[in-house]
């Protein structure tokens, strides 16, 4: 298999374990489930280095779509850096 491809893969699967997190926000006993405390543990720690100088907007939380975008411009970065130097 193609290490950019593996690359983009982990990047989607990441993306979506950040969507999930975010979505079972809004229902807060999925958090509090098995799933929900390993999910936590995968995601928080990205998310937290957002929100430490994201502020939020009254009760909405815009971080993890600044982090969302980060991932994506990470991942570009990283192509860009992997096709060159292959």
Do not use: T
Request: glycine share 6%.
């Amino acid at each position: 298999m193609n290490l950019g491809l593996i690359i983009a893969y982990a990047f989607q699967v990441y993306s979506f374990a950040i969507i999930i997190y975010i979505l079972m926000s809004w229902l807060p006993g999925l958090q509090e489930s098995k799933f929900g405390r390993i999910l936590e543990k995968i995601v928080e720690p990205y998310l937290s280095i957002f929100r430490k100088f994201i502020p939020s907007i009254g009760m909405i939380d815009i971080s993890p779509i600044v982090a969302l975008l980060a991932l994506k411009f990470i991942q570009i970065g990283l192509f860009n850096v992997l096709s060159f130097v292959l």
